[in-house]
């Protein structure tokens, strides 16, 4: 059997509003990077593998492209192996190979260790609702292969389709589908194989938050990310806080606390809100414009006591938190907070990369210092915050800078004191 490749790219459109372009329209446009071999093959790469009619081709087509789930229903089986460059985020690049359900790994036209070497993480995806002892004779077949090829790949299961069945019945397909996978492995002596299973659907919002863990997996960056995010909302009054990739919904990092479904649905049902409102008035008459820029934020209150907060962060990200109506009272700390967040994040990256770098490192000692005189007294903290970002638009950070800021935030301290 040959494999045939087949790239895919992603569309022009955001899918919910056609005037929504991919690139948003948003400022002065980066150079293109010339699509070579070598700077694709240094992306990482997800590998979408399972059986015939699983839902591998549906997952890629609701996460990265907003087809309806419904049109899904009228996709042909895939027959090849399809490339999709994901490039929708500053914080997000890699490819996604979706791989026909019939691939023989002992065919020798396949070479399975070219593919497995460069690959980030591998998911396997189970229809929940069919016989599943094939399918898991197959992720045996397949992780085994990859891992001894390429022991670092993280291996994630879907146990997809799961709309259809009762609560009783997800958790206990999940929990035999679990036990028959590790038995396999267990038999074959391959206990340092681990496996993460995700309940999904495309019917909800199942599929985007483990995407999201997925893509996490592979950002070197999380561990400052998310102690930026705690922090933050340590020193706030913000009860959660996202950073969401505004184009798939795929949340980048969060803070410690708990995932809530509901928050999370909610926040992506803002972001939806935002883009739609932001096309139908955001633009000229002409229909130029961008419905996402550096201007965009929204509030929205709902009568639960709850606020939504969103603001951009770059180009294609967004910070999106939940808060009490209480602590949106105090808004002027909670908004110099988001600010700061939202300005380290960004000017922290370097240009045309995915790394946070050293920077962030030593901001995080500062922006702790500045979470505390903000909560304070915020008129005492405007030369401060000032000079933070001035420090940021002049690029001038090193040892000395941050010597001088902590210098600022004494006498700031000491100020407020007496």
Same mark, same amino acid.
């Given at each position: 059997?040959?494999?045939?490749?087949? $790239?895919?790219?992603?569309?022009?459109?955001?899918?919910?509003?056609? !005037?929504?372009?991919?690139?948003?329209?948003? &400022?002065?446009?980066?150079?293109?990077?010339?699509?070579?071999?070598? !700077? #694709?093959?240094?992306?990482?790469?997800?590998?979408?593998?399972?059986?015939?009619?699983?839902?591998?081709?549906? =997952?890629?087509?609701?996460?990265?492209?907003?087809?309806?789930?419904?049109?899904?229903?009228?996709?042909?089986?895939?027959?090849?192996?399809?490339?999709?460059?994901?490039?929708?985020? !500053?914080? /997000?690049?890699?490819?996604?190979?979706?791989?026909?359900?019939? /691939?023989?790994?002992?065919?020798?036209?396949?070479?399975?260790?070219?593919?497995?070497?460069?690959? +980030?993480?591998? =998911?396997?995806?189970?229809?929940?609702?069919?016989?599943? @002892?094939?399918?898991?004779?197959?992720?045996?077949?397949?992780?085994?292969?990859?891992?001894?090829?390429?022991?670092?790949?993280?291996?994630?299961?879907? =146990?997809?389709? $799961?709309?259809?069945?009762?609560?009783?019945?997800?958790?206990?397909?999940?929990?035999?589908?679990?036990?028959?996978?590790?038995?396999?492995?267990?038999?074959?002596?391959?206990?340092?194989?681990?496996?993460?299973?995700?309940?999904?659907?495309?019917?909800?919002?199942?599929?985007?938050?483990?995407? #999201?863990?997925?893509?996490?997996?592979?950002?070197?960056?999380?561990?400052?990310?998310?102690?930026?995010?705690?922090?933050?909302?340590?020193?706030? +009054?913000?009860?959660?806080?996202?950073?969401?990739? $505004?184009?798939?919904?795929?949340? =980048?990092?969060?803070?410690?606390?708990? @995932?809530?479904?509901?928050?999370?649905?909610?926040?992506?049902?803002?972001?939806?809100?935002?883009?739609?409102?932001?096309?139908?008035?955001?633009?000229?008459?002409?229909?130029?414009?961008?419905?996402?820029?550096?201007?965009?934020?929204?509030?929205?209150?709902? %009568?639960?006591?709850? $606020?939504?907060?969103?603001?951009?962060?770059?180009?294609?990200?967004?910070?999106?938190?939940?808060?009490?109506?209480?602590?949106?009272?105090?808004?002027? +700390?909670?908004?110099?907070?988001?600010?700061?967040? *939202?300005?380290?994040?960004?000017?922290?990256?370097?240009?045309?990369?995915? !790394?946070?770098?050293?920077?962030? &490192?030593?901001?995080?000692?500062?922006?702790?210092? *500045?979470?505390?005189?903000?909560?304070? %007294?915020?008129?005492?903290?405007?030369?401060?915050?000032?000079?933070?970002?001035?420090?940021?638009?002049?690029?001038?950070?090193?040892?000395?800078?941050?010597?001088?800021?902590?210098? /600022?935030?004494?006498?700031?301290?000491?100020?407020?004191?007496?």
């Amino acid at each position: 059997m040959s494999i045939q490749y087949e $790239v895919e790219q992603l569309p022009d459109s955001y899918g919910v509003a056609d !005037s929504f372009p991919k690139d948003f329209g948003y &400022g002065e446009e980066e150079a293109e990077i010339e699509d070579s071999p070598t !700077s #694709s093959d240094s992306k990482p790469r997800i590998l979408l593998m399972g059986l015939r009619r699983s839902g591998k081709s549906s =997952i890629q087509k609701v996460v990265f492209h907003k087809m309806s789930p419904n049109e899904t229903l009228f996709l042909e089986s895939t027959n090849k192996i399809y490339k999709d460059d994901i490039s929708s985020s !500053s914080f /997000v690049n890699f490819q996604i190979w979706d791989f026909p359900g019939q /691939v023989d790994f002992f065919d020798p036209t396949f070479d399975y260790e070219m593919i497995f070497r460069g690959t +980030g993480a591998l =998911i396997f995806v189970i229809d929940a609702q069919d016989d599943y @002892v094939e399918a898991l004779g197959r992720l045996h077949l397949t992780v085994s292969r990859a891992y001894r090829v390429n022991p670092e790949i993280n291996f994630e299961v879907f =146990i997809h389709k $799961v709309d259809g069945l009762s609560d009783d019945h997800k958790i206990e397909t999940q929990r035999d589908i679990h036990q028959r996978a590790n038995d396999d492995l267990a038999d074959a002596s391959l206990e340092k194989l681990h496996l993460s299973f995700y309940l999904t659907s495309i019917y909800d919002h199942s599929i985007f938050e483990a995407f #999201s863990k997925v893509v996490q997996k592979l950002i070197p960056q999380l561990p400052t990310l998310e102690n930026l995010l705690n922090i933050f909302i340590s020193n706030s +009054g913000i009860e959660k806080a996202f950073l969401f990739d $505004v184009t798939s919904k795929i949340y =980048i990092a969060t803070d410690s606390s708990p @995932v809530d479904m509901q928050s999370y649905e909610l926040c992506c049902d803002m972001i939806d809100v935002v883009i739609d409102v932001s096309c139908i008035y955001g633009l000229r008459e002409d229909g130029s414009g961008s419905a996402y820029d550096k201007e965009s934020m929204a509030i929205i209150k709902l %009568n639960n006591t709850t $606020v939504l907060y969103l603001k951009e962060v770059t180009k294609f990200l967004a910070l999106v938190c939940i808060l009490r109506e209480e602590s949106f009272e105090r808004k002027d +700390g909670a908004t110099h907070m988001i600010c700061l967040t *939202t300005t380290i994040i960004n000017q922290s990256q370097p240009e045309g990369t995915a !790394s946070i770098g050293k920077t962030a &490192g030593w901001l995080l000692c500062v922006c702790l210092g *500045t979470c505390v005189i903000l909560l304070l %007294n915020n008129s005492a903290c405007t030369l401060f915050l000032c000079t933070i970002m001035l420090f940021f638009e002049c690029e001038i950070v090193n040892q000395g800078s941050i010597l001088f800021l902590l210098f /600022v935030l004494y006498l700031t301290t000491f100020c407020y004191l007496n």
